[in-house]
């Protein structure tokens, strides 16, 4: 019997040890992976047009500026975010009241602005961009440094009148926030999931310009 209880107990310690090997291991590789594929490489919008920081992480310095206009989704998913980061990402004094041609770095609330690949389309009801109903990015919006810093429309609702949940409003945060190509959880199969949460933590837990190896 003390035998069995003996060969019963490491049977536990080697499935507590396989169990925390995929928690090390198998969950920050593929939060990795789509981080390298949504940020760090340059081969898909918008980063396929930008010659700096290649195959380095690219984010904003904290906080964030936003012009929220006290919209309740975007208060909600910058709640939201922070809780996931557990940390102040945004600020929402700055520039919530400076008139949008005074704004050089930060992200604006647009309404009513969302557009899709082909104008606006049914069902789009959300995206980043440098000026409203364009989807082009601002030049130049990534410094030498991997630094994000550019003024950015995030807009919300179409002029179809279909509106933006705030699972979309935190979608478009994360464009905003550094996130380019889509992946599971980001826009293939769910709006946002695990997935997203785990490669957005991952990006923020470590500064601007941080190489695929150090991360
Ligand atoms: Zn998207």
Redesign the pocket.
């Known amino acids: 019997m003390a035998k069995w209880i003996k060969v019963s107990g490491l049977l536990v310690l080697l499935a507590a040890a396989v169990l925390a090997v995929n928690r090390s291991l198998v969950r920050p590789n593929t939060a990795r992976a789509d981080l390298v594929a949504s940020n760090l490489s340059n081969r898909d919008f918008p980063y396929n047009g930008v010659t700096v920081a290649a195959n380095r992480t690219k984010r904003w310095d904290l906080p964030i500026p936003v012009k929220h206009m006290n919209d309740p989704r975007l208060l909600a998913a910058m709640d939201e975010i922070e809780k996931q980061l557990g940390t102040v990402i945004f600020d929402r004094v700055g520039i919530n009241g400076t008139p949008d041609n005074q704004i050089r770095h930060g992200i604006i609330l647009s309404v009513g602005t969302a557009v899709g690949p082909k104008g606006t389309q049914s069902g789009f009801t959300?995206?980043v961009s440098a000026t409203p109903s364009s989807t082009g990015y601002p030049p130049n919006f990534v410094g030498s440094n991997g630094i994000i810093s550019a003024r950015f429309y995030l807009n919300l609702d179409n002029s179809n009148g279909e509106l933006a949940t705030e699972e979309i409003a935190i979608?478009?945060l994360?464009?905003a926030m550094g996130?380019g190509k889509?992946f599971r959880d980001?826009?293939d199969g769910r709006v946002i999931g695990p997935g997203f949460w785990n490669a957005l933590r991952l990006l923020y837990s470590h500064p601007p310009g941080t190489a695929e190896a150090n991360l």
């Open positions: 959300g995206h979608h478009e994360g464009h996130f889509h980001f826009g």
